[in-house]
């Protein structure tokens, strides 16, 4: 039986393959091969580091459940300005423990930067939202920071509107909540935080502002205090007296 030979094909005829030749496949170049493997170099590093530094943390965070910090990384960094600045830096510290302040104090502080303190657990969820709506609004900005994250700024932190630094607070805040405790949290926060250029801890600030030390603070004195937290470097007892008749309607809104 005879057989009929097909007719050769041309590859070129055949849609099926690739419009090149098999010797001239697509390759990566050798310089964008080398900006990725450098590029997951450098994010793997970042990941290594900022998961060595979240185990540091919380290391301290164990150890400041029980002594207070020696330095806090907002203290370092006004320490470095002034240095840039050539201008002197003395700083006041006074370490005293909450039963050593006017049951004022505490609050007032809660009353003014965060009124649900003693129920959520580091994240305000209402303020967030609302000040999320803020935000689509247009509407004035507004802080929604529990004292928990604000107390790890200032620990590990900076005073800076930084991205990221805002997302590692809210990743230590759990941490936090859990290793110290809420008295412990609210202890270090007035002990710690920044009440004016160079003064630091609640007591500091009463001696400097009233002439009087944590305990003999009274009523409205504490609600002057927290007047100043939101920006301590700028804002004086005698500049704020609308804020301070506010948190002093806040505590008596919560019986206090």
């Not at 160079?198 to 944590?214: E, L």
Request: glycine share 8%; with cysteine.
């Amino acid at each position: 039986m005879n057989r009929i030979a097909s007719p050769s094909r041309d590859p070129a005829d055949d849609h099926t393959l690739p419009w090149f030749p098999s010797d001239a496949a697509p390759t990566v170049e050798p310089e964008v091969r080398r900006k990725r493997g450098w590029l997951r170099r450098l994010a793997v590093l970042g990941l290594k580091v900022f998961a060595a530094y979240y185990v540091f943390c919380v290391v301290l965070l164990v150890v400041y459940r029980f002594v207070s910090p020696p330095v806090t990384g907002v203290q370092l960094q006004r320490r470095l300005e002034a240095t840039l600045a050539g201008r002197p830096y003395s700083p006041i510290v006074h370490d005293v423990p909450l039963s050593a302040m006017s049951p004022h104090v505490a609050k007032a502080v809660v009353a003014a930067e965060d009124g649900r303190f003693w129920t959520h657990r580091g994240y305000d969820f209402k303020e967030m939202g609302l000040a999320g709506r803020g935000v689509v609004d247009g509407t004035r900005m507004r802080g929604a920071s529990t004292i928990t994250q604000q107390l790890v700024k200032n620990l590990f932190g900076c005073a800076c509107r930084n991205p990221i630094r805002k997302v590692y607070d809210l990743t230590l805040t759990p941490a936090a909540e859990l290793i110290l405790g809420k008295k412990r949290i609210l202890e270090l926060y007035l002990t710690e935080v920044e009440w004016g250029d160079g003064i630091w801890g609640v007591d500091a600030a009463a001696r400097h502002h009233y002439g009087v030390g944590a305990r003999g603070l009274t009523r409205s004195q504490a609600a002057g205090l927290a007047a100043l937290l939101p920006n301590p470097r700028r804002r004086t007892p005698a500049n704020t007296g609308e804020y301070r008749r506010d948190i002093l309607r806040r505590m008596r809104s919560r019986g206090w």
